[in-house]
C-alpha cells in the first residue's frame, strides 16, 4: 500500500521528537483501561500553556481534506478491495474533489480576492493555502491517474470488462457506434464555433466539453469550436457484449466531420470547467428565502471559473487559449492523463457483477421491531415501554425510522407530526408519510432547509410538494442551517397527549440510509419529547431558545456542555476517560480543551472520519490523544460521544459518571455555532452496551483503519488480525435477528403445545 506523502508544515515548524507507529491505536477500551493503573495524577495544563505551542499543535483544514482523498485513494489501490469497489473509490475522489474546488478553494479565492491576509489557526494565508493546495492536488490527480490506468483498467480487462478507446476498436465495433451516434448522440449535440460573430461560449460549471480547431480548406480560415458532451447522455458508450465502455466524448471526437461538414478538422481535446458553486445569499435581506435561493442557484452556473482539467497531450497555446478565455490562472490548469471526470464510473460499478462487487448487504429489522412493523398502537406500545436503538444500514432504516413515521400517519391516535428534513433524497417515503398523514387530518409541520448545499433544488421541490397538501413548512432559520435529524409524534393516548421522538445522526434519506452508517434513537421519554417539542416550536415560532431538559442544541448549549464535560474529566485526571466517534473535529477551542485533558492524564481516544485538525501524540501536548479514521464500505457518519465511566482505579480514584450520547453535531465552528444540531443522551444501559460494542469494533478495526501520527501523517493500521468493524456489525445484526427467529419459533412450539388436541 502507497503511503501518504508527507505533508505541508507551518513556518518554523519544531520536529516532533515522537511518532506514531502503525498498530499503536489500542485494539479496545478495556486495553487502555487497564493501562491507567499507576498513572500519576497532574493537574490539568493551563491554557495559556496550551497556547504557547502556537500554530504547530494544528493540522490545515484543507490539508486534512486532501488526506481524506488520499485515504480513498488507498482503498482505489488496495487490490484486496473487490474490484468494482475500488473503481467506486475512484468514482468517490473524484466528486470530493469536485466539491473542493467548488466551496473551499472559492471560499479561498475569494479571500485573496479581498486582501485578507489573516492567518489560520495552523499560520498559513489565504495565498499559502491555496500554492499547498496547488502541490497537493497535482500529486493526488498524477496518483489518481496511475491507479486508473496502470491498475484498474487492466485488471477489469482481466475481468472481461474492457474500457476501449476509440483507436482500440475493430470495423464492426467502429460501425456499431456509427449507429450509436447518429441515432442517439448526434440529434442532442450543439457545435458553437468562435469567431468575431461568435464569442467564446459561456461553459457550465463541471461540464465536458471539446475544444476543436477547424480550418476551411478552401480559404485556409482556421477557428475554435466547442463541442459540449451532453450531461443527460451515459458517460461511457456501451458496446453490444456489454462488457466494453467506450468514453462518450470519443465516440464524439471520431464525429466531428459530421458536425463540421466541408471542414478539415485539427487538433481536438477534452476540457473541463469547475466554478464557485457557493451560494452568495444574503438571508436578512431576502424578502422570500425560497425565491432568493431559486435565484442564486440559477446564478451558481455563472459562478467565477476556479479549475480548468484538460488531457495531457493538449497542446500549450491551446491550453492558454482556454485559461485565457475562462479566466482562470497558470494555479488553476490541471493536466490529466485518465478519462476526465472519472465520477462516471459509477456506471461502471453498477454492472452486474456480484464476483467483482463486495457482499451485498441486506438491513436486518431491529429485533425489537418485527412484531409490531404493520400496527401501530403495538408500534407506540413498544416505545412506551423501552427505547430502541436503531444503527444503520446494519438495522432497517425502512422497517425503523420510516416505518415510525408511516405508522404515526395511519394512526387515528395521532394528532400531528413535526419532522426535519436536510436531504431526502429523489424519492422519499418520509416525504410521502408526511403527505399522507395532512391528508389524514393530522396537523404536519416540516422544517425543509433550503439551504442545503447541493440539495436546494430537490428539497425546493419537496417544500412545495408539502405545501399543496396543507403541511405547515417552514423554510429554516435565518443565519443557521437546521442541520438537527429530529421527529415528532403526539399522539392522544389515557394519560394525556404523549409525545414520541426519534433523534438520528443521519439524513432521513432512504438511499443514503443504505450506505451511510448512522445512529438514532427511538423513545417515548417524556423530557426528551418536551425538549424536541419547545426546539419545533423555536423553529416555526418566534421565540428564544428554552431550557433544555436533557438534549444539547447547538447553537446554545452543544459547544458550552460538550467543553463542560471535557473539563470535568480533565478535573478528573487519569480516572477520567473520553472516547469521540465524529465526522469532523476541527473547532480550535475542542481541540485546546482535549490537549488541556490530555496533559491531566485522561485516555482519550478519537475516530474521525475526515476533517481533524488536532495532532496527536505530540510531547507534553497530546501524548495521551490517539485519532484513526475508519473508510470502508459504508461511509462512517454517526456521531457518539462518551465521557467518563472508566473503572475506578485504586492508584487514579474512583472514575466518573458515564455521560453517552449521539447527535448531528461534529466538533466543528459551523455545528457548533451556525447550525441546528441536536445531540440527544442514551440512558438505556442495554443501549449505552449497544454503542459501547460499535465504538470498540471501531477502535479493534485493522481493516479500514488509518492511525493519525504527530506528523500529520496518516498511516494504515497494521492488519494482524484481520478485524472489519463494519463485517463484525453485519454478523452482530445477523445473530440479533437469528436470536428474535429462534424465539418465535420457541413461542410458537410452546403455543402449539398448550392447544388442544
Not at 423530557?527 to 419545533?536: K, N, Q, Y
Not at 465511566?645 to 474512583?654: F, K, L, M, Q, R
Request: hydrophobic residues 40%; proline residues 6%; glycine residues 8%.
Amino acid at each position: 500500500m502507497t503511503q501518504t506523502e508527507p505533508q505541508h508544515q507551518p513556518p518554523a515548524e519544531p520536529t516532533p521528537s515522537t511518532d506514531a507507529q502503525v498498530g499503536d491505536v489500542p485494539a479496545s477500551e478495556s486495553d487502555v483501561e487497564a493501562g491507567l493503573s499507576g498513572t500519576e495524577h497532574h493537574p490539568p495544563p493551563t491554557y495559556q500553556q496550551i497556547e504557547a505551542f502556537g500554530y504547530q499543535r494544528f493540522t490545515n483544514r484543507e490539508q486534512s481534506r486532501l488526506d481524506f482523498g488520499s485515504r480513498l485513494l488507498d482503498l482505489a489501490e488496495d487490490d484486496g478491495q473487490p474490484l468494482l469497489e475500488r473503481a467506486k473509490f475512484l468514482a468517490i475522489f473524484s466528486e470530493l474533489l469536485d466539491e473542493f474546488y467548488q466551496i473551499r478553494v472559492a471560499a479561498l479565492e475569494d479571500q485573496v480576492a479581498a486582501g485578507v491576509r489573516t492567518r489560520s489557526v495552523d499560520g498559513l494565508r489565504p495565498g499559502e493555502q491555496l500554492t499547498m493546495i496547488r502541490g497537493r492536488v497535482e500529486e493526488l490527480v498524477r496518483r489518481q491517474d496511475h491507479i486508473f490506468l496502470d491498475l484498474i483498467v487492466p485488471a477489469l480487462a482481466q475481468a472481461g470488462i474492457r474500457l476501449s478507446s476509440w483507436s482500440s476498436l475493430d470495423d464492426d465495433d467502429r460501425e456499431h457506434l456509427v449507429d450509436v451516434f447518429q441515432r442517439q448522440i448526434y440529434p442532442v449535440l450543439t457545435p458553437l464555433a468562435v469567431d468575431p460573430g461568435h464569442p467564446f461560449p459561456y461553459i457550465s460549471n463541471l461540464s465536458l466539453n471539446l475544444v476543436v480547431e477547424v480550418q476551411d480548406p478552401a480559404s485556409g480560415e482556421g477557428r475554435i469550436a466547442r463541442v459540449k458532451v451532453p450531461p443527460a447522455l451515459p458517460r461511457f458508450v456501451v458496446m453490444p457484449d456489454g462488457e466494453r465502455f467506450v468514453p462518450l466524448e470519443q465516440v464524439i471526437a471520431a464525429h466531428l466531420g459530421s458536425l463540421f461538414p466541408g471542414m478539415t478538422i485539427g487538433h481536438h481535446h477534452a476540457f473541463r470547467v469547475t466554478r464557485n458553486a457557493d451560494l452568495a445569499l444574503e438571508e436578512d435581506e431576502a424578502d422570500d428565502l425560497l425565491v432568493a435561493i431559486e435565484m442564486e442557484l440559477r446564478r451558481r452556473r455563472f459562478g467565477k471559473a476556479l479549475r480548468l482539467e484538460v488531457e495531457a497531450d493538449t497542446g500549450q497555446e491551446l491550453a492558454n487559449l482556454l485559461a485565457t478565455e475562462l479566466e482562470v490562472g497558470a494555479d488553476g490548469i490541471f493536466r490529466v492523463s485518465a478519462p476526465l471526470d472519472l465520477s462516471g464510473l459509477w456506471g461502471v460499478y453498477a454492472l452486474d457483477r456480484p464476483d467483482l462487487h463486495g457482499e451485498t448487504w441486506t438491513p436486518m429489522t431491529p429485533p425489537r421491531l418485527a412484531q409490531v412493523a404493520h400496527d401501530p398502537a403495538e408500534f407506540f406500545a413498544l416505545l412506551r415501554e423501552r427505547d430502541v436503538l436503531v444503527h444503520h444500514p446494519y438495522d432497517s432504516f425502512a422497517t425503523s425510522v420510516e416505518a415510525f413515521v408511516a405508522q404515526a400517519a395511519e394512526d387515528p391516535a395521532v394528532l400531528g407530526i413535526k419532522q426535519t428534513l436536510y436531504r431526502t433524497g429523489g424519492d422519499s417515503p418520509i416525504v410521502a408519510s408526511l403527505i399522507q398523514a395532512a391528508e389524514n387530518g393530522k396537523q404536519v409541520a416540516a422544517i425543509v432547509e433550503l439551504k442545503a448545499r447541493f440539495d436546494e433544488e430537490a428539497n425546493i421541490g419537496w417544500a412545495r410538494a408539502l405545501e399543496e397538501v396543507g403541511v405547515h413548512v417552514v423554510y429554516g432559520i435565518v443565519g443557521l442551517k437546521t442541520h438537527s435529524k429530529t421527529a415528532l409524534v403526539l399522539r392522544r393516548e389515557e394519560d394525556g397527549v404523549r409525545p414520541y421522538c426519534h433523534v438520528g445522526t443521519g439524513n432521513y434519506n432512504s438511499r443514503t440510509a443504505r450506505i451511510y452508517e448512522d445512529i438514532g434513537l427511538l423513545t417515548s421519554d417524556p423530557d426528551i419529547g418536551a425538549d424536541v417539542g419547545e426546539l419545533f416550536n423555536y423553529l416555526t415560532g418566534f421565540s428564544r431558545h428554552a431550557d433544555y431538559r436533557q438534549i444539547l442544541v447547538s447553537p446554545v448549549t452543544v459547544r458550552k456542555r460538550i467543553m463542560s464535560m471535557i473539563e470535568e474529566q480533565a478535573e478528573a485526571g487519569p480516572s477520567g476517560r473520553i472516547v469521540m466517534k465524529l465526522n469532523g473535529l476541527t473547532d480550535a477551542s475542542m481541540i485546546d480543551a482535549l490537549y488541556r485533558a490530555s496533559g491531566a492524564g485522561v485516555e482519550i481516544d478519537l475516530a474521525v472520519r475526515g476533517l481533524c485538525r488536532l495532532r496527536p501524540g505530540l510531547p507534553e501536548l497530546s501524548e495521551r490523544i490517539r485519532v484513526r479514521s475508519i473508510v470502508g464500505s459504508f461511509l462512517e457518519h454517526s456521531r457518539i460521544y462518551r465521557f467518563g465511566g472508566a473503572p475506578a482505579d485504586p492508584a487514579a480514584g474512583p472514575g466518573l459518571p458515564l455521560k453517552i450520547y449521539i447527535g448531528s453535531a461534529d466538533l466543528m465552528g459551523r455545528n457548533l455555532d451556525r447550525r441546528i444540531e441536536v445531540v440527544v443522551p442514551v440512558h438505556d444501559p442495554e443501549l449505552q452496551a449497544r454503542l459501547f460494542e460499535v465504538l470498540d469494533l471501531v477502535f479493534a478495526d485493522e481493516t479500514n483503519a488509518w492511525a493519525l501520527g504527530p506528523d500529520r501523517r496518516w498511516r494504515r493500521v497494521q492488519n494482524r488480525h484481520g478485524v472489519s468493524s463494519q463485517e463484525r456489525l453485519k454478523e452482530l445484526a445477523r445473530e440479533r435477528a437469528r436470536r428474535r427467529l429462534d424465539s418465535d419459533l420457541r413461542v410458537g412450539e410452546g403455543d402449539e403445545a398448550r392447544s388442544p388436541a
